[in-house]
């Protein structure tokens, strides 16, 4: 059975910077890409950022350009979301993800179960 862990979450003031990290096992999925996908109260769950599976090309939504990168580890299972100058829009509950595509086309294999993170002064 595929588990994806999440960890990493918080609360934190606008500006500060946190790092999610997502476990996943067993490596029955390891050449597919991740993603990071979040979800805020009465709106939909969007990919905030994907990466392929050799970490060689990277999607982000234009809202977290430049403030967000993604990164994997394929020697450990782990996929990271270093998330930078946050701000209250950021507040959300954060899902890995295996996907088809680092962009998001084609399918969401598996989700994890989440992660929250608050941004408030």
């Known amino acids: 059975q595929v588990q994806l862990q999440e960890s990493g979450g918080g609360l934190v003031q606008p500006g500060d910077s946190l790092r999610l990290s997502c476990a996943v096992s067993?490596?029955?999925?390891?050449?597919?890409?991740r993603g990071w996908f979040r979800q805020a109260p009465g709106k939909d769950r969007d990919l905030v950022a994907g990466?392929?599976?050799?970490?060689?090309?990277?999607y982000y939504a234009d809202a977290v350009k430049g403030r967000f990168t993604i990164s994997r580890d394929n020697a450990e299972n782990m996929v990271y979301l270093l998330m930078n100058d946050l701000k209250p829009d950021d507040s959300a509950i954060y899902y890995c993800a295996i996907l088809d595509y680092y962009d998001g086309a084609g399918k969401v294999h598996h989700w994890g179960q989440g992660t929250q993170v608050t941004v408030s002064s």
């Open positions: 990466i392929s599976w050799r970490g060689g090309s990277t």
């Open positions: 067993p490596r029955t999925y390891n050449t597919y890409a």
